[in-house]
């Protein structure tokens, strides 16, 4: 089992930058791929980026080009950098951990990114 805390969010203007981060504990980090999801206000939760345990990446079409997702498997954490935010980024981003092999998802509690002038 795999606990994920996630930080970085918060508030930006439009065209701005923000890092998250995704501190996972308790098992090993390298066994999992790593996923980025985000649920924007009265809307479903959707995949934004994912990287495999081999550090494979792909992205979702809307933020291609935007975001870039990696993972540091020596400080057990997944990043994810956007650049050029725009306000319907806004969403609460959670961290996904899935164990290479299983179809088990750990997830974290969120943390809120708001993108507005």
């Known amino acids: 089992q795999v606990q994920l805390v996630e930080s970085g969010g918060g508030l930006v203007q439009p065209g701005g930058s923000l890092r998250l981060s995704c501190a996972a504990s308790?098992?090993?980090?390298?066994?999992?791929?790593m996923a980025w999801y985000r649920q924007p206000p009265g809307k479903q939760r959707e995949l934004v980026a994912r990287?495999?345990?081999?550090?494979?990446?792909n992205y979702a079409d809307s933020v291609k080009g935007r975001f870039t997702i990696s993972r540091d498997n020596a400080k057990n954490t997944v990043y994810l950098q956007m650049i050029s935010l725009k306000p319907e980024d806004t969403a609460v981003y959670y961290c996904n951990a899935r164990p290479i092999g299983t179809i088990v998802d750990y997830w974290g509690q969120g943390t809120q990114v708001t993108v507005s002038s």
């Open positions: 308790g098992s090993i980090f390298s066994r999992y791929a």
């Open positions: 990287i495999s345990s081999g550090g494979n990446t």
